[in-house]
C-alpha cells in the first residue's frame, strides 16, 4: 500500500494545486460579478427603466450570485487545503448549480432577445411621449441621447408628437452643439432638423444588441461551461483521497 501512495503523491499535489487554481479563477470571477452588481444598480439603475417598467431584479441577482461565488471560492480553496472529500463533493455540487444557472440565463437571453427589443420600444416610446424633462424616466431619457448621441425612438421627428413639444420643443439633449441650439431652435420643426441628432436611440441600442449578442452569448457559455472543468477535478480529487485513503497536510 505504501507504494502505491507514494506514486499518487504528485497526481494529487497536482490536482490540489491546479484546483487552488480554479478557485482563485472563481473566486475573481465573483468579485467581478458582485462589482457588475453595484455598477448596474447604482449607475445604470435609471437607464432600466427604459426597458421595464417595473424594477429590475437583475443587480440584486448578479450582486447575491457574486457574494456567493466569493464565499465559496474561499470554501474551495479551503476545501482543497483541507484534503476533505465531502467537502470537495460540496464544492462541485455548488459550480453544478452556478453552471446551471448560468446555462439557463444565457440560453433565456438568447431566445428572448427580441422579446426584449420589443419591450425596450414599448417603454422608450411612451418615455418620450410622456417627456416632461423632470422625472427619472425623462432625465434617463436625456442621459441615453447624449451618450448615444441620437434622437427620438426612430428620429428626431418622435418628438413631434410628444406632450413635452409644444412646450419645450425637442429636449437640448438631442443637440449636436448645445452652443448653437436654441429653445426657439429646437421649437421650430425646420431649424430643429439641423441642429439635432438625426439617428434615433431604438437603432442604436438594437444594433448593439444584435451585433454583440453573439459574443455575449459565446462569454456566458464559455464562463458556464468553465465550471464543469473545476466540477472535474473536485470529484476526482476526492475519488483519489478517497481510494487511497491520503490525508493532506
Not at 124 to 138: I, K, L, N, P, Q
Not at 227 to 243: E, T, V
Request: hydrophobic share 45%; net charge positive.
Amino acid at each position: 500500500m505504501a507504494p502505491r501512495r507514494f506514486e499518487t503523491k504528485p497526481v494529487i499535489f497536482c490536482l490540489k494545486t491546479l484546483v487552488l487554481l480554479y478557485s482563485f479563477i472563481f473566486w475573481v470571477s465573483g468579485v467581478v460579478l458582485l462589482s457588475v452588481g453595484l455598477w448596474w444598480k447604482f449607475m445604470l439603475g435609471p437607464y432600466m427603466l427604459l426597458i421595464s417598467s417595473a424594477p429590475s431584479n437583475a443587480p440584486y441577482v448578479l450582486t447575491g450570485t457574486g457574494l456567493a461565488i466569493i464565499v465559496f471560492g474561499l470554501f474551495g480553496c479551503f476545501a482543497t487545503c483541507r484534503g476533505r472529500p465531502w467537502m470537495l463533493r460540496v464544492y462541485a455540487v455548488f459550480l453544478s448549480a452556478v453552471f446551471m444557472t448560468e446555462l439557463i440565463a444565457g440560453i433565456s437571453g438568447f431566445v428572448f432577445r427580441h422579446e426584449i427589443k420589443g419591450t425596450f420600444l414599448t417603454t422608450y416610446s411612451e418615455a418620450v411621449m410622456t417627456y416632461d424633462g423632470r422625472d427619472d424616466r425623462s432625465l434617463a431619457v436625456d442621459g441615453v441621447q447624449r451618450r448615444l448621441q441620437c434622437c427620438g425612438v426612430y428620429n428626431y421627428t418622435s418628438w413631434f408628437s410628444s406632450v413635452y413639444f409644444p412646450v419645450g420643443g425637442v429636449p437640448s439633449s438631442c443637440c449636436v452643439s448645445y452652443s448653437d441650439c436654441s429653445s426657439a431652435d429646437l421649437k421650430n420643426t425646420t431649424l430643429a432638423a439641423r441642429k439635432v441628432h438625426k439617428q434615433g436611440c431604438y437603432e442604436l441600442v438594437t444594433s448593439f444588441i444584435e451585433s454583440n449578442m453573439g459574443i455575449i452569448a459565446g462569454v456566458t457559455f464559455g464562463i458556464a461551461f468553465s465550471q464543469l472543468i473545476g466540477m472535474s477535478l473536485a470529484c476526482c480529487l476526492s475519488r483519489f483521497i478517497n481510494a487511497n485513503q491520503y490525508e493532506m497536510v
